[in-house]
């Protein structure tokens, strides 16, 4: 079983930067064996890929809306995946989850995610 908390979400201006956190517990099994991903939500929209990432860091994808913007990296001493986003666009504003998979990926697709958090708010205001 794997529990994933997001972290770092908040209210801020067009042209800010947030830092998303995702701490990861899993049971009996390392964080390193797991890829990584980034998705958002806004209200009225389907569900859609921001980023993700490979078991060792070496390996990331970007959505072409936040590529340049949006770095994801991972600290698996920490159990802990992160999405720091700069010039952040108004269009950024949704849900934020953190979703993890077990020895494949990464992915782009949300069904290929076996494991899912609660979100976190994402608000950029013009």
């Known amino acids: 079983q794997v529990q994933l908390v997001e972290s770092g979400g908040g209210l801020v201006q067009a042209g800010d930067s947030l830092r998303l956190s995702c701490s990861c517990a899993t049971s009996g099994r390392t964080f390193s064996s797991y890829s990584m991903g980034w998705f958002r939500q806004a209200p009225g929209k389907e569900r859609e890929f921001v980023s993700a990432i490979n078991w060792s860091g070496g390996v990331a994808y970007y959505a072409d809306s936040v590529k340049g913007r949006f770095t994801i990296s991972r600290d698996n001493a920490k159990n802990t995946v992160h999405l720091q986003m700069n010039s952040l666009k108004p269009e950024d504003t949704a849900v934020y989850y953190c979703?993890?998979?077990?020895?494949?990926?990464?992915?782009?697709?949300?069904?290929?995610?076996?494991?899912w958090g609660q979100g976190t708010q994402v608000t950029v205001s013009s």
């Open positions: 979703a993890a998979q077990y020895l494949s990926g990464p992915y782009s697709e949300g069904r290929s995610y076996a494991y």
